[in-house]
């Protein structure tokens, strides 16, 4: 930007401010920046009119000019901005002619005359766009000049009514390039939502049974990444239990004027797809010509609805087992502890080994438990870094429901009569735990409870317990429990089969 030099004349400086003119020029927002290499050939040719060594072209604003052209000199070196400033003044059709700038007082004190370049010569026009004269096309030369043709005068102004043209052609296609990169923005933006939402869009011409779709639309129904789609292939890769429904959803869309509202499976992989349609355009007969719609995966919500389903179905399951086995445990208890609060006592510790069982299930969908997480239900969480008076071996091992269920029983029935009668009910007792997995004949889990150095073993003592530890695995397939009441200690070896 070259500023003007000095205060402007009065009659100048209001052409200069006119509100009109200043918001034509914001309206035309040529950049800033480097010269144009067309206003760079037009300010060639204005200087080749009259022999002279510059030219140039500027657009004139309250403070100055930004040129947007020069010839014969860089732009840093065309200095002065009032050239261009008494050129907006400049009586109609006429070129501002200056034969010797070293005699004319609004220019014999500019930089341009008294500097390196020597300027002893201008000739300018303005130039008009939009109705008012935002600039100027200017001629500097080192020598004084005559005079100007009538010849020369009107080729001065066809190039300045050429540089009006092409600031209106350069600013109408800045205009479609920011319109066609803010569409292009748009799109990606749309893209790329529908391909974040996993939406496959599709637009179906029905007269001609092209189906435009997008990346996303393709890649579901495993079409050709390129070439154009037609029904009959998207038909085609839909899975073939679920072709009819599409057909008639798509038939009564046409027919009807309803809604397309469909799932159905991919052919090629069975993925779910929900498709949404409409039909857009219809001709004057009321015949359908465009439908547009989405088509969008919910294989996983399919899946969770359906994990959702079978886990309610395996809740439904667990809950009669569990209900059964908690009348069975209470009847049982109550007839060996008539006594109100001996049964409580009994019966809430049975109860308790349930329903921490269910907790474990439950936190993890129903199927399985490790054999750790059950071992320390009944002897703490520290059972293998702190074990209190039980040596505990074997690695852990994944167990199905009722296998937890009934194992978690048998541990609290021999953790509770250890405590009473057993290894655990004098200060030297000690209880070994230890089990393995063994592939043959069958996957299985042996786990053997070993009590030593407990008081003598009277078996009366373990009346209810010793039946609940027996029945614990009823509903576990082949399993089995061996229950002994060796004097020195109990001992129980247990046998389940894994999956």
Avoid at 153 to 170: H, I, P, R, V, W
Avoid at 373 to 395: I, K, W
Wanted: proline share 5%; aromatic share 6%; with cysteine.
């Amino acid at each position: 930007m070259q500023e003007f030099r000095g205060a402007l004349p009065a009659a100048i400086r209001r052409v200069v401010d006119d509100t009109g003119r200043l918001n034509a020029l914001a309206a035309l927002a040529q950049p800033t920046g480097e010269t144009d290499g067309d206003f760079d050939r037009l300010s060639r040719t204005a200087a080749r009119l009259f022999h002279a060594e510059f030219g140039f072209i500027a657009l004139v604003d309250a403070v100055g000019q930004q040129l947007q052209g020069t010839h014969g000199a860089p732009p840093d070196r065309i200095t002065d901005a009032n050239f261009a400033a008494h050129t907006l003044v400049a009586p109609a059709g006429e070129v501002l002619f200056v034969p010797d700038t070293m005699t004319d007082p609004r220019f014999a004190g500019s930089p341009l005359v008294t500097g390196g370049e020597r300027v002893r010569f201008f000739a300018g026009v303005p130039i008009t766009y939009s109705g008012h004269r935002l600039g100027a096309l200017c001629v500097l030369g080192t020598s004084p000049q005559a005079g100007v043709s009538p010849e020369i005068n009107e080729q001065m102004f066809d190039l300045a009514a050429l540089a009006s043209t092409l600031f209106g052609l350069k600013d109408e296609a800045r205009v479609r390039a920011r319109t066609a990169a803010a569409l292009m923005r748009e799109e990606w933006r749309h893209a790329l939502t529908l391909e974040a939402g996993k939406v496959g869009s599709w637009v179906w011409d029905i007269r001609t049974d092209e189906v435009s779709c997008n990346d996303m639309f393709r890649r579901m129904y495993d079409l050709p990444e390129s070439g154009p789609v037609y029904s009959a292939q998207v038909l085609e890769a839909t899975h073939p239990a679920d072709r009819r429904t599409v057909e008639a959803g798509l038939r009564a869309s046409i027919s009807q004027g309803v809604d397309y509202d469909a799932e159905a499976r991919v052919a090629s992989n069975g993925r779910w797809l929900s498709m949404r349609g409409r039909v857009y355009q219809r001709d004057a007969d009321g015949r359908a010509m465009v439908m547009m719609g989405a088509s969008i995966d919910v294989s996983e919500s399919k899946e969770s609805a359906e994990r959702t389903r079978i886990l309610l179905r395996e809740l439904n399951h667990r809950v009669k087992n569990t209900l059964a086995m908690i009348q069975s445990v209470a009847r049982q208890t109550i007839r060996q502890n008539p006594d109100p609060q001996a049964f409580i006592n009994a019966f809430s510790g049975r109860l308790r080994t349930i329903s921490d069982a269910h907790v474990l299930l439950a936190d993890r969908d129903w199927m399985s438990v490790q054999l750790y997480e059950v071992v320390a239900s009944q002897l703490g969480p520290n059972f293998l870094t702190r074990p209190d008076r039980a040596n505990v071996s074997g690695d852990d091992v994944s167990l199905p429901a009722d296998h937890a269920l009934g194992l978690g029983l048998i541990l609290h029935e021999l953790t509770t009569n250890a405590h009473r009668h057993g290894a655990w009910s004098n200060e030297t007792g000690i209880v070994n735990i230890e089990w393995h997995v063994r592939d043959r004949p069958q996957r299985a889990l042996e786990l053997t409870w070993r009590e030593e150095g407990g008081p003598r073993v009277v078996p009366q003592e373990y009346g209810l317990g010793a039946k609940l530890i027996e029945r614990s695995l009823a509903k576990v397939l082949d399993s089995r429990v061996e229950l002994s009441f060796d004097p020195e200690g109990v001992r129980a070896h247990i046998w389940l089969p894994l999956p």
